[in-house]
């Protein structure tokens, strides 16, 4: 026990002796000066509410009841870096809507890319659309249909335009990408005040 408390009281003193303390600080003024996403960007939910936005979690859920009955569902989180030169915001959106009819059990479920582009907007790009028969029947072994790639290039412009006209566009994507990181941002900001306050009690000597 005395030497772990030796490596303890060691470990401690390296901390103060590298200024981690004070790189911890450093980089919380930073995060909360700097104005990552820009203030006249903007975004509209329309007429989705949110369902699910955790402050623990790293996605939402949003859902819909459209005038015909129709209910439309989007889960999303951020994904990777896009490394778009020009893009707006550094990650894209990874988001799953799911679409069904009133008396039917099967789903349309689109996974989409949402991304920023060079005018402060978004977009969205559809990377595989499904046939679910049953909410209930999610196996992974059931046949949801051929690649969405494979499909022809008009019948795609009419699915992503069929997404538009449930309220999946531009004004949708940039709340999504926004929150988002935003979101991301604040469990960031939080987790250096917490690795700040454990910093700051441990001894120097």
């Known amino acids: ?13 390296a901390i103060h002796d590298f200024d981690l303390l004070k790189a911890l600080q450093s980089e ?17 939910l329309g007429d989705f509410v949110l369902d699910w936005d955790s402050p623990q979690s790293q996605d ?8 015909s009955g129709e209910e439309v569902a989007v889960s999303a989180l951020l994904g990777p870096e896009t490394y778009e030169g020009e893009s707006s915001f550094p990650r894209e959106a990874l988001m ?11 789903i349309l479920q689109f996974d989409c890319g949402a991304f920023g582009k060079g005018d402060n907007g ?5 990377h595989n659309a499904y046939y679910i028969p049953s909410s209930t029947c999610l196996d992974s072994s059931i046949y949801k249909g051929p ?11 009419e699915l992503k335009n069929y997404l538009v006209s449930k309220g999946i566009e531009g ?7 926004l929150h988002l990181h935003r979101k991301e941002q604040g469990q960031y ?17």
């Open 60 to 67: 939402v859920v949003l859902r819909k009841k459209c005038e």
């Open 189 to 205: 900001v939080k987790w250096l005040h917490k690795l700040e306050e454990m910093v700051a009690v441990a001894p120097s000597e």
């Open 147 to 157: 690649s969405f790639s494979s499909l022809d290039p008009n019948l795609q412009d």
């Open 122 to 126: 978004s977009d969205f790009a559809i």
């Open 1 to 13: 026990m005395p030497r772990v408390t030796t490596l303890l009281r060691k470990s401690y003193k």
């Open 171 to 177: 004004m949708f994507t940039n709340f999504i990408l």
């Open 28 to 44: 919380i003024r930073h995060e909360q000066s700097s104005n990552h996403f820009q203030d006249n960007q903007s975004g509209s």
């Open 96 to 106: 799953k809507v799911c679409i069904k009819k009133p008396g039917l059990s099967s």
